[in-house]
């Protein structure tokens, strides 16, 4: 499973690729503005280190970055998503899962311009990005259970549709918005491809109470070892 960070801000990037090796970054509109940076500021900012990084290529590291929500038409969404999409090769252009979103992101993974459905909060509308072959799509998992839903059902019934009609693996299912690292395991146990979450959770997921307890321990051992 791959691990991607949700975030636009640089020194968290870094961090999560220093620290835990992440395989790339998902961002939004609220993302852009905790990053304290204009749109386009905060993207070239992420795209000249992936290019300080020598971590530039179509198939590596991709960045999915969200056009203006505001628009509501399949023309408009291609046009900006062209546009955002030349910036740089990580790029991948996150479209809603709406009528508008689908035709647009048919549209562009026919011209080469690699697409993100996101806002997916059920199996059905996850469907429509394996069907028009978007290269991701993005269940998000921290709203619903938010809400109450238990989500290992949802994931796992995407999978399973995956899995029946070939889109596994060619949409990869980039479980979103992850608030825990229990959430983390239950898309592993699911067969998600990806998982998307901020630097906290990831902090979070590779911390255990009994890990600490351990070293002291053994810290202990150490110190009461003749010779050492
Ligand atoms: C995923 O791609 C989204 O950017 C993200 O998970 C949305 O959720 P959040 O901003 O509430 O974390």
Redesign the pocket.
Known sequence: MKF?L?SAKLDEIKEAYYTFGIDGV???P??IMLSGKPFRTALADIADWIREEGITGKDVFPV?V?IDPHLDDADGMVAMAKEISSLCENFVI?VPCTEAGVTAARRLEQEGVRT?L?LVFSPSQAIWAGKNGSLFV?P?I??KEANGEDCKRYISQIVEIYQNYGYYGKTQI?C????TPKQIVDCAVAGADIV???LAVYKDAIKHPYTRDGLERFQNAWDNTEGN
């Open positions: 991607f949700d998902t961002t939004n609220k993302h999915s969200e996150k993100n996101t993005s998000f921290g709203w980039i979103a918005a992850l608030r998307t979450a901020g």
